[in-house]
Nanobody, 124 residues
């Protein structure tokens, strides 16, 4: 059974940084791409960042390009999201997801497994 456990969320001041982690278990981690999605109250869950199975390809939502960075450690079966220059628009529950394939995809339907989420709050 696949488990994805996020950590690292919390309250941060605008302009600050946070690093999210997602520990995975239950499938061969290095075979599948990973991604972070987020969902704010009243909004749909949207793609934030994704990384291919081997880590060589990444993709980002336009709203976070240049501020967020996704990485993975296949030996530790963990994916990370470094978030810098946070603003109020970044406040949301952040979800880790594991895809059905090895390439990066922004489509929610291509992700087979999801974590329970970690809250990120930004104070002004």
């Amino acid at each position: 059974q696949v488990q994805l456990v996020e950590s690292g969320g919390g309250l941060v001041q605008a302009g600050g940084s946070l690093r999210l982690s997602c520990a995975a278990s239950g499938r061969t981690f290095s075979t599948y791409s990973m991604a972070w999605f987020r969902q704010a109250p009243g909004k749909e869950r949207g793609f934030v960042a994704g990384i291919s199975a081997g880590g060589g390809t990444t993709d980002y939502a336009d709203s976070v390009k240049g501020r967020f960075s996704i990485s993975r450690d296949n030996a530790k079966t963990t994916v990370y999201l470094q978030m810098n220059s946070l603003n109020s628009d970044d406040a949301a529950v952040y979800y880790c997801a594991q895809a059905r394939l090895g390439v990066v995809t922004t489509s929610r339907t291509m992700y087979a497994y999801w974590g329970h989420g970690t809250q990120v709050s930004v104070s002004s």
